[in-house]
């Protein structure tokens, strides 16, 4: 037996390798731990043991669905603490559906605020909180980790940004993060991506500045030509985005992406 992770947003659990309705048992969701009880790498189906609601259910799910692998193999423990962390926040969040605006999701933000010594509940929607949530998030696993805690806690994404890179040109090797232009790291689970926002940014702004507008998302999965990645303040909650790959395994200057923060806890 084995364990490996869910790498899609959504698994159907399946009392037999059937896809049928009457078959479905229950749905998994992403970065879900599965214990494999019989698997058969040229079989379309996967046998494995789940844990649903304090219950253990055994059942079978599809290898492949749309193309993509629906399993995967856990990475080191101190990434996928980080990975978990992120998808606890989304399944807080109701997967996306949670507004930031709404009872409870608001004191969820605030949350977040506290975690950076802000003294802000939630309900104030004119403050962009992605980067608080980057913050959050890491800070929460900073105990599974202990580099994890020299990581730039900030309200402003820039600002983790700038010193990610200032720390690798300079060999500091405490922090949990360097960052890298994106032809130059190949995206893993637990790495995080960064986007530019309103004006058009680069690695180089970012070297060299460490206040301007951005955001980041924590990658979950990476996939053959694509990753799935978790942020706050996207479409007003915290939901998923996926970041397209080029043939060389590279994330692609798409979707705004402009660098990549490497993990190297």
Request: aromatic share 10%; proline share 3%; charged share 25%.
């Amino acid at each position: 037996m084995s364990s490996k992770i869910v790498n899609i947003e959504a698994l159907n659990l399946r009392s037999e390798p059937l896809m049928d309705p009457s078959t479905r048992r229950a749905v998994l969701h992403l970065g879900q731990t599965l214990t494999v009880l019989d698997e058969d790498p040229s079989a379309d189906w996967v046998q494995v043991k789940a844990q649903i609601q304090e219950v253990e259910m055994t059942g079978y799910v599809k290898r492949v669905i749309n193309g993509v692998f629906s399993l995967r193999e856990p990475v080191i423990a101190q990434r996928e603490a980080l990975v978990n962390n992120a998808i606890k926040q989304w399944l807080r969040f109701d997967q996306g559906q949670g507004m930031e605006y709404e009872k409870p999701y608001s004191s969820y933000v605030g949350e977040m605020w506290k975690s950076i010594k802000l003294n802000l509940d939630g309900n104030d929607r004119d403050m962009p909180w992605s980067a608080a949530f980057i913050s959050f998030v890491v800070r929460k696993t900073a105990t599974d980790a202990e580099n994890y805690a020299n990581f730039k806690f900030s309200s402003s994404h820039s600002r983790y940004l700038h010193d990610s890179i200032i720390k690798k040109e300079s060999g500091d090797t405490s922090v949990p993060f360097w960052g890298y232009r994106l032809n130059e790291k190949m995206p893993q689970a637990g790495d995080i991506v960064a986007r530019w926002r309103e004006t058009e940014r680069n690695y180089n702004d970012a070297t060299h500045d460490d206040s301007f507008k951005s955001h980041c998302d924590i990658i979950i999965s990476v996939n053959a030509s694509f990753v799935i990645a978790i942020g706050g303040n996207v479409a007003q909650s915290v939901s998923i985005t996926r970041y397209e790959k080029s043939g060389a395994g590279f994330l692609l200057h798409a979707r705004q992406a402009f660098m990549l923060m490497a993990n190297k806890v």
